[in-house]
Structures are given as structure tokens and as C-alpha cells.
């Protein structure tokens, strides 16, 4: 087992070794370089100033419980969310969705299958479906089958997309071949990368195919990603609801200081709802940010990305 995992990291790295590069680069010489980089990337990417992308990934049908309120509450503080439902959970919680489609909320493709379960040994939401287990054709099906859901359901036309754990399918390969499905799907753009590939591309880039927006990282290790499982739900977590909230300001800081960026940030609604350190984070990252959905970013841009 520990042989085949390590091959899977050497094949990872070969694949793309921007990663450990860049975490190498980091560690050597601090984060300041690697910001600058993003500085000057973002501008060749025709992003002017600072955006806020909130997205909600609704893997459970406990997100469906809460998740009208905590909308609610972030329109009111200015936010503009973003959701992504997997087809399942839609059919299953449908008027909750369509309830929040009429409210003007941008619904992404987020596959078509569940991918949690409840673990009732451990008590907890666990992950299953992942898409670099599976079939191409599987992958092919799910991604298609998502599309037609959110179409069906909510009377939309998605013009985005995130995988499913989406940082298991990364490689370019992989990400080439869903790229290359949303293309023909008629998206116009994925959020579906961790945070280095802001560092190593742009925050937003065209490499793959369509537009890709990768989402954003801490604070104090901007190659890390921010989210809510690492802080607010994971059984045995190292970090906390305040560690949440003050690697959000120190990323807030950061991003303050280059002035053009994309804060692109998602947590999955059951985490945060009851969260204040959740909300204190987005009200920190309003004050020096524009909230737009994934679609106004691109309109605001222009649909200009880099490619590297």
C-alpha cells in the first residue's frame, strides 16, 4: 500500500510538479515572492482590482436543511453565492434549489452521482466517487448527466463546473479531458484546482481549454487550501473556527496589499451556517473586494485569462 501510494505521488508530481516546486520555492524564500508572481500573473490575466467568488458545495442533504437561511444571511452582508448541487441531491431537495434559482443564485454542474455517505461507525459524512477511480466513460457520464439535471431541475443552463474532490482529479491529462467535455457541453468555465495553481498559471487561466478559476488558499500557507471541512466539521481537526477566521484576514491582508486577484473561496453550507468566525471572514473579505458570481467575473474580465 505505502509502494503505491508513493507511486502515485511520483506519477503526480511527473505529471505537473508545480506543487512542490513552488511549496520548495516557498519554504526557502517565503511567501512574498510567490505573491508577487500572483500580482503580476492576475494583471496578465486583465484583473484590475480585487473580486470575491463565495461558492457552497451541497454534498448532503442536510446542506439543503440550511441552506436558504445562510443565502439569506450572506445577500444580506452583500455576498453574491454561488452553489453546486450534485443532479442527486437536486432531484432529492429540488424546491429548496428552485427556490433559490429564482432568487437570482448561479448554480454550477457538480456531477451527477452522490459522493458522501454517512459513516454511521464514525459518525460523520464520508467520501466516495472519485473520479480518478473511475472509468473515463463513467467521468464522461457523470459530468453529462450533472449538466442535464441542473438544466431539468432549475430551468438553467450551467455554464460552470467542479468536480467532485475535486483536488483527487488534477493532473493535466485529467483535467484536459473534462475540459475538453464542458466544451462541448457549452461551459464556459471550471472551478476545479487547489490554490497553487493560481501561483503557478493565473487566477484565472485557459491552459486546460475553457476558463479555470482555482480556488483560494490560506493565509500563512497560500498553497494550502481554505475550507470549512479542516475547520469547522473534520472529527479529529487540528484547526478551529478561529483559525478559519484569521487565516481568512491574513489572506485578506495579502491579497489587499497586490490589489488585483480573485478571492475564490468554498466551504459546504452544513459547516457554516451557525459559524459567526465564518461570517466575520466573509464580512473581512467584502471590505476589500467586489462579490460576484463565477459569471459576472467573466463578464467583468471579459472572459481574458492567461495562458501560460
Avoid at 459530468?143 to 483536488?167: K, M, Y
Avoid at 483560494?216 to 484547526?239: E, K, T, V
Amino acid at each position: 500500500m505505502r509502494l503505491s501510494s508513493a507511486l502515485a505521488r511520483l506519477y503526480r508530481f511527473a505529471a505537473d510538479p508545480w506543487y512542490p516546486l513552488l511549496l520548495l520555492w516557498c519554504r526557502a524564500a517565503g511567501s512574498a515572492p510567490l505573491w508577487r508572481r500572483y500580482q503580476r500573473r492576475a494583471r496578465r490575466a486583465g484583473l484590475d482590482r480585487l473580486y470575491l467568488v463565495l461558492s457552497f458545495d451541497c454534498d448532503t442533504r442536510k446542506d439543503a436543511q440550511v441552506v436558504e437561511r445562510l443565502d439569506e444571511r450572506l445577500r444580506n452582508m452583500g455576498a453574491r453565492p454561488v452553489y453546486a448541487v450534485p443532479g442527486r441531491l437536486l432531484e432529492a431537495d429540488g424546491p429548496v434549489y428552485q427556490r433559490l434559482a429564482k432568487r437570482g443564485a448561479e448554480f454550477i454542474n457538480h456531477g451527477f452521482a452522490e459522493h458522501t455517505f454517512y459513516d454511521a461507525c464514525r459518525r460523520v459524512h464520508a467520501s466516495c466517487f472519485f473520479y480518478d477511480q473511475q472509468p473515463r466513460q463513467v467521468v464522461r457520464q457523470d459530468i453529462e448527466q450533472g449538466q442535464q439535471a441542473v438544466t431539468d431541475l432549475l430551468g438553467i443552463s450551467p455554464q460552470g463546473f467542479r468536480a467532485p474532490h475535486f483536488g483527487t482529479f488534477r493532473t493535466p491529462a485529467q483535467l484536459r479531458f473534462v475540459h475538453r467535455i464542458l466544451g462541448e457541453l457549452g461551459c464556459r468555465f471550471s472551478s476545479s484546482t487547489l490554490p497553487y495553481q493560481a501561483f503557478a498559471r493565473a487566477p484565472l487561466f485557459a491552459d486546460y481549454g475553457v476558463v479555470e478559476i482555482p480556488v483560494s488558499g490560506m493565509g500563512d500557507a497560500p498553497l494550502a487550501i481554505l475550507d470549512s471541512w479542516s475547520c469547522f466539521a473534520a472529527p479529529n481537526r487540528r484547526l478551529t473556527a478561529e483559525d478559519y477566521l484569521r487565516q481568512a484576514e491574513r489572506a485578506a491582508g495579502r491579497y489587499r496589499r497586490i490589489g488585483a486577484g480573485v478571492l475564490n473561496y468554498y466551504v459546504d453550507p452544513l459547516h457554516v451556517h451557525d459559524q459567526e468566525a465564518f461570517f466575520r471572514a466573509v464580512a473581512v473579505w467584502l471590505r476589500i473586494a467586489t462579490p460576484v458570481t463565477y459569471g459576472e467575473l467573466l463578464a467583468a474580465t471579459g472572459g481574458v485569462c492567461a495562458v501560460s
